[in-house]
């Protein structure tokens, strides 16, 4: 079972930037496409990117694009979420989360997700 645990959230002011963390408890951290998804009260969780195995792919959701970066780091077994140019409509719980099989662009915002982490408050003031 892969353990995944978030760092890095906080308050921020509009247009500020935040890096988000996520450390896993697995060597095979490297065998996982890693995404990063968001939840505001009385939604549903949404998708925000995602990053292949080997990190040389990644995909957005426009609303980020340009904004936010999705890396990895597979010797220290951790993915980031840059979050540059904050806006209020960012505020949200971020969930990083983790699953095996392909990177299929197409597929890439709706395939299911296997591991997730415990989420993490990110709020931007305006």
């Known amino acids: 079972q892969v353990q995944l645990l978030e760092s890095g959230g906080g308050l921020v002011q509009a247009g500020g930037s935040l890096r988000l963390s996520c450390a896993a408890s697995?060597?095979?951290?490297?065998?996982?496409?890693m995404g990063w998804f968001r939840q505001t009260p009385g939604k549903e969780r949404e998708f925000v990117a995602a990053?292949?195995?080997?990190?040389?792919?990644?995909y957005y959701i426009d609303s980020v694009k340009g904004r936010f970066t999705i890396s990895r780091d597979n010797a220290k077994n951790t993915v980031y979420l840059q979050l540059n140019s904050l806006k209020p409509e960012d505020t949200a719980v971020y969930f990083c989360?983790?699953?095996?099989?392909?990177?299929?662009?197409?597929?890439?915002?709706?395939?299911?997700?296997?591991?997730w982490g415990q989420g993490i408050q990110v709020t931007v003031s305006s």
């Open positions: 989360a983790g699953r095996g099989g392909l990177f299929i662009k197409d597929r890439v915002p709706t395939t299911p997700y296997d591991y």
């Open positions: 697995e060597r095979t951290f490297s065998s996982y496409v």
């Open positions: 990053i292949s195995k080997a990190g040389g792919s990644t």
